[in-house]
């Protein structure tokens, strides 16, 4: 979908709660979601049958001959689950789009109920190193490459890993392109270290060059969603997760309940390292309260 035209497509797609025809799907309805809208972005969501999908479809259609804005046929996919063939044809036809398949990317990340593998993370892995490719580092000063591993690789990491713990074979692989470019000035594998990367991270009274230790980090920044569901912030997935698995039970006492996936299971599986801490704070409500400021939990003082 074009940019723009939030507030009319969200209005458009609110009408639809008054249609008795459709048929929400299960797990949006109790938690009030028919769709998911961001700026070039549009997730909608029903049950896989004609009805709903007609309706859906005409009122999105609505919406744009009102506005002028269009769906891009050619990056626009339906997924459909559990229905025969012949119905997954109907719908296809329907909506004019093609059948994509899960996993797949939105927002730039993978959308995923399983645990995320090597091969999901790849892109991250290969945008890092055509990066780190097309610098002239081999005329940096070593402070040079340390500031340029800590502005950019750093950043570049940095989205994926505050939504998801990422797989520990993917960090070592960008911790070896950022040893190997800070020794070397090349993305080329390299076993070339004057100093081993644990020590590199420590911080420079330490004798290291203080940059960020991005697995200990990743798992840091976990603790952000751990505050926010603790908080019960007013999001669409702090809802989801309450509605159908935490199920206003305490997250401080309960277990991880078995059948929550792995992004939320990893997120609650955090507060027993926070717990870990040796901090003047006992609870966890009162650990994750100490590393707010303003409101909000800072992962730098985490």
């Known amino acids: 979908m074009v940019h723009g035209g939030r507030t009319g497509v969200v209005t458009e797609m609110n009408q639809l709660s008054v249609i008795k025809k459709l048929k929400y799907h299960l797990r949006c309805k109790m938690v009030g979601v028919t769709h998911i809208c961001f700026p070039g972005d549009l997730l909608m969501f029903c049950m896989t049958d004609i009805n709903s999908v007609t309706k859906l479809q005409k009122t999105f259609q609505s919406f744009s001959a009102a506005s002028g804005l269009q769906a891009n046929a050619n990056r626009s996919s339906i997924y459909i689950t559990r229905v025969p063939q012949d119905i997954n044809d109907s719908l296809k036809g329907l909506t004019g789009y093609i059948e994509g398949s899960i996993h797949f990317q939105y927002l730039r990340v993978p959308l ?74 090349t993305s080329a594998t390299s076993r070339k270290a004057l100093r081993a990367w644990d020590k590199v991270c420590q911080l420079k009274a330490s004798k290291g060059l203080n940059t960020i230790n991005m697995g200990l980090w990743n798992k840091t920044t976990i603790l952000k969603q751990l505050w926010a569901l603790t908080k019960k912030k007013d999001t669409i997935w702090i809802k989801w997760a309450h509605c159908y698995y935490i199920k206003q039970r305490d997250i401080v006492t309960t277990d991880t309940p078995k059948t929550t996936p792995w992004v939320v299971r990893k997120i609650i599986d955090a507060k027993q390292g926070l717990m870990q801490m040796n901090t003047m704070q006992t609870s966890l409500s009162a650990k994750l309260t100490f590393m707010e400021i303003q409101g909000r939990l800072q992962i730098q003082k985490a």
């Open 112 to 185: 995923s109920a399983k645990k995320l593998n090597i091969q999901q993370c790849l892109p991250l892995v290969e945008k890092i190193t055509e990066r780190v490719s097309c610098w002239p580092a081999k005329m940096l000063s070593y402070s040079g490459g340390v500031q340029l591993i800590k502005s950019v690789i750093f950043g570049m990491q940095t989205y994926w890993a505050q939504i998801f713990i990422l797989p520990k074979k993917i960090m070592k692989l960008i911790e070896t392109i950022c040893r190997t470019f800070l020794w070397t000035g």
